[in-house]
């Protein structure tokens, strides 16, 4: 196992589980979705408290390797620092609607796995936090940039490379 340490950001929908799973493969290092460690999917979805989530944080940064995706949430900003490489994911937020609409569809008509119940009110949420991220994108840009000797930006094609390689 090669010993690396890798975070993905980018925003809902635009392929940090794809990116995290072929990485994960490709090096055969353990990998993390941030969403799991704030929702307890196994409890309803149910937002855990913070204190829960920096010691299950802090417990992924003290591995050697790791793969962790988010969308760049300002309480794991700490995975930036203690990374090896930054993966930044750039799509269009028209580009990212499309994609949950169709994410949703798929998880409705059961083609698709889901953390949670794909209902109307999910999928309005994750409009929601679509809008958020892309609010509050131009300050996750120039946290990230503090790191830019680690940072890889991704355009959708660079992705799509990336993940048939």
């Known amino acids: 196992m090669i010993i690396l340490k890798i975070y993905i950001i980018g925003p809902p929908a635009s392929g940090k589980t794809t990116l995290s799973k072929v990485l994960s493969k490709k090096y055969n290092i353990k990998r993390y ?3 799991k460690l704030v929702f307890d999917d196994l409890n309803n979805h149910i937002r855990r408290d913070d204190k829960t989530i920096k010691k299950m944080f802090n417990d992924i940064l003290s591995k050697d390797s790791f793969i962790i995706e988010d969308v760049g949430r300002s309480k ?10 930054i993966y930044y ?8 609607y499309k994609r949950v ?3 949703w569809l798929n998880q409705r008509n059961g083609k698709e796995e889901y ?3 794909p209902t109307l009110l999910q999928l309005i949420d994750m409009f929601r936090v679509v ?3 892309y609010k509050k994108e131009k300050k996750k840009l120039n946290y990230i940039n503090r790191f830019k000797e680690k940072v890889i930006y991704l355009d959708k094609n660079k992705l799509n490379e990336l993940e048939n390689r």
């Not at 994911?89 to 990212?96: A, F, G, Q």
């Open 33 to 35: 979705e941030l969403d």
């Open 76 to 85: 794991f900003i700490k995975g930036l620092e203690k990374c090896d490489k």
């Open 89 to 96: 994911i750039s799509i269009k937020k028209s580009k990212v």
């Open 101 to 103: 609409i169709r994410r």
């Open 115 to 117: 953390n949670y119940p």
């Open 131 to 133: 809008n958020s991220y």
